[in-house]
């Protein structure tokens, strides 16, 4: 996926020349942490989907922020909790492995001086690695400036952090510091990317998310994690962008729900999908959704695959 055609470019610096640092920077956290948020915010573009729900994402996300000082490829992954079933089982792999690949971890938290059991798993993640990690504590928009520092000295108290960060994902409260302070741990060396180049994404990926993401928003709370979206077409006629979609769910009584009384519901998310869709392509999108039923599928490895949850995310190959 690249940048918008319209937006200026002033890179000065020839990428590959002497100074300049690119390298790898995973965010980790507890679900719901705001993991995606920040990084939507960091590259300002949204690239990863967002709700109020926990575990809302599912893969690892690679997005890319090119600099005249350097390259940053973030990587976002699932939230780190106690799998349920084989999907769980796969997004913390995915967030655990991640750990062994970064020049940089960003590990979120939220500004309290409570650690949790799910914090002290990650502290003892964090423990195994030599890799540099900020302690970046998010949503301090939330709280008083005073009582930042509190919360500091008790997460200091557990790990021995590279920097720590205060920032606001939601606000853009210090982002620009948080961004400073990567490139001076990133070694130097050259653009793994093309410089107008912010995800490697697919386009049916980012376009199937966007869909899970209205579902995730607009349904009730017990619905969304047994949930999977499946681009079937997406072809450009003209100016027109024509995208069949199948939202799947495990239970005869979800597939209702998500449809609605007189198809309500269904035709909500369609069209909330539809209006970010048609800015992220620029141009008109005809979108049709179906709704699917296949039972037990987060616990199916056939239909995991089926559904873009491959073993490559956590191999990174």
């Keep these: 996926m690249k940048k918008e055609d319209t937006q200026e470019n002033n890179l000065e610096t020839t990428i590959g020349e002497d100074g300049y640092k690119s390298g790898f920077v995973t965010l980790i956290g507890r679900p719901n942490v705001g993991k995606s948020t920040l990084m ?29 000082e350097g390259q940053i490829i973030f990587l976002d992954t699932p939230g780190i ?12 792999n995915v967030a655990e492995h991640t750990l062994e690949e970064a020049d940089v971890i960003l590990w979120l938290v939220e500004p309290t001086s409570y650690i949790g059991a799910g914090e002290r798993h990650i502290i003892e993640e964090l423990k195994q690695v030599k890799t540099p990690v900020f302690l970046v504590i998010n949503k301090t928009d939330t709280v008083k400036r005073e009582e930042i520092l509190r919360f500091i000295d008790v997460y200091r108290k557990e790990l021995d952090f590279a920097e720590v960060v205060p920032v606001s994902a939601l606000r853009g409260h210090n982002t620009d510091e948080l961004v400073k302070c990567i490139l001076k741990y990133l070694p130097q060396g050259p653009a793994f990317f093309d410089e107008d180049t912010v995800t490697d994404q697919p386009m049916r990926q980012i376009v199937a998310e966007l869909v899970r993401e209205k579902a995730l928003r607009l349904l009730e709370e017990e619905i969304p994690h ?14 027109i962008c024509h995208i069949d979609a199948v939202i799947v769910c495990e239970k005869e009584s979800h597939k209702g729900i998500i449809i ?10 369609g069209s909330a999908a539809r209006r970010e869709m048609e800015e992220l392509l620029e141009m008109q999108v005809n979108l049709k959704l179906w709704v699917k039923v296949k039972k037990d599928w987060r616990d199916s490895d056939y239909l995991l695959k089926n559904f873009g949850y491959h073993q490559k995310d956590i191999s990174g190959s």
Excluded: D
């Design 40 to 68: 939507n915010k960091l590259i300002g573009q949204k690239i990863a989907i967002t709700s109020q729900k926990p575990q809302t994402t599912r893969s690892r996300i690679r997005t890319v922020l090119t600099l005249e």
């Design 81 to 92: 909790h106690k799998s349920k079933n084989k999907l769980g089982e796969y997004m913390v």
């Design 260 to 269: 609605g009384k007189g198809g309500q519901m269904l035709k909500k998310i």
């Design 226 to 239: 047994g949930i999977a979206v499946e681009i079937e077409g997406m072809k450009e006629r003209g100016k």
